[in-house]
């Protein structure tokens, strides 16, 4: 756990954690604090707070003091400058002939540097423009390009709802929006109606999105039969915020239009998933039945065994020559196959003729004609 108090450096902009550093803070104090890009003054969003370590970025940045006077009127002098910058900068990239729209100006609180936050379509080469505003203002000098909704939060405005825009009243963060949800919550895909003052979509459709599909997995979608209670019709339409769906019933010789709440309909499906369960588990108990009773009946049919053959002065003489046997019933053929499937699985192993085969190792066998080469190798004289 570690103590950290909230600051905020801009309207409607992120939070950031800093170290208290032993200063007894509350909301809305303002302070000097260190930050990445140097000396800052902010707005303390939040008094005193314990946080785990695994939610911080560390380390943090501690606080230098608590703003006075005089950081108060240097910070109203700065915003003074940023005014008078921007109308220099807006002449300069005039004089350039820049493609690129001057958005706003930012000066450093210790006066280090000035940022020109700008817009573009494409990629501006600045660095004559750069080197020509640092020797106007003596200080290092930063361009930085930003997207349409990063310019929109800068200047703010009225939206299409008659209220200030999100991100320039509460919204720190842009969360992705997609047409998607404009989609799902039934609103025309004009998009001059469905588009903010930065030509893209309102951030205000990912407001009710989790409602919308969480009321959307409980209703059935158009076109799909559903049982109400004056019998099944087919779903014409269906209001999401008043969870009530439209259905076409037939009514004698023509349809009508009638609005239900969806929890009092529901759907075919849910009637007949019992019944057919029912039915199924049954076939499945039958067949089961059916298997214990007779478990050979699926079993391949085996051949019976041949007869073994006579020596050949038998069958030249016509010895002994077995008499015709009349055709037997199949299922007492089935019986005598059986006995004989096991007359031949009980016979003794001693009984069949079993050609025994002599298989010398491979391993000798290499070890040979190794051997054999070693031999034919050795030379003469000293045999």
Do not use: W
């Not at 008043?242 to 929890?263: H, K």
């Amino acid at each position: 756990m570690a103590m950290v108090i909230r600051v905020r450096f801009k309207r409607a902009s992120k939070l950031y954690d800093f170290d208290p550093n032993g200063f007894e803070l509350h909301n809305g104090m303002m302070v000097v604090t260190e930050t990445a890009r140097g000396v800052e003054l902010g707005e303390c969003m939040s008094g005193i707070l314990d946080v785990p370590d695994d939610h911080l970025v560390l380390p943090l940045k501690p606080i230098i003091r608590i703003a006075t006077e005089q950081d108060l009127a240097i910070q109203k002098s700065n915003e003074q400058r940023e005014k008078e910058a921007f109308a220099i900068a807006l002449d300069r990239i005039a004089d350039h002939g820049l493609e690129m729209k001057l958005v706003d100006v930012e000066y450093a609180f210790d006066h280090s540097k000035i940022i020109f936050y700008f817009t573009a379509n494409g990629r501006v080469d600045f660095r004559m423009l750069v080197k020509n505003l640092a020797s106007i203002f003596k200080t290092r000098i930063e361009l930085r390009q930003i997207g349409v909704r990063d310019e929109a939060k800068m200047l703010g405005g009225i939206g299409p709802c008659g209220r200030p825009i999100c991100c320039r009243s509460f919204l720190s963060d842009f969360t992705p929006v997609s047409i998607k949800m404009a989609k799902e919550q039934n609103l025309s895909l004009n998009p001059t109606k469905i588009s903010g003052l930065c030509d893209r979509l309102m951030c205000c459709l990912k407001y009710e999105q989790d409602q919308y599909e969480a009321t959307r997995k409980r209703m059935p979608r158009v076109g799909r039969e559903i049982v109400t209670p004056d019998g099944v019709g087919t779903i014409n339409a269906i209001n999401v915020l008043e969870e009530t769906v439209r259905v076409r019933i037939a009514v004698g010789d023509s349809f009508e239009l009638r609005e239900y709440p969806i929890d009092d309909c529901q759907r075919p499906e849910q009637e007949n998933a019992p019944r057919q369960q029912t039915a199924a588990d049954e076939e499945e108990k039958g067949a089961q039945q059916e298997k214990k009773e007779k478990p050979r009946a699926n079993a391949p049919k085996q051949r019976p065994p041949r007869a073994p053959k006579k020596p050949a002065e038998n069958r030249n003489k016509g010895e002994n020559q077995p008499e015709s046997q009349p055709m037997m019933e199949p299922e007492a053929a089935e019986e005598t196959a059986e006995e004989a499937v096991q007359e031949k699985i009980v016979q003794p192993v001693s009984e069949v003729n079993v050609q025994e085969e002599t298989v010398q190792p491979a391993a000798e066998t290499e070890a040979e004609e190794v051997l054999q080469i070693r031999e034919d190798e050795q030379p003469e004289d000293l045999l």
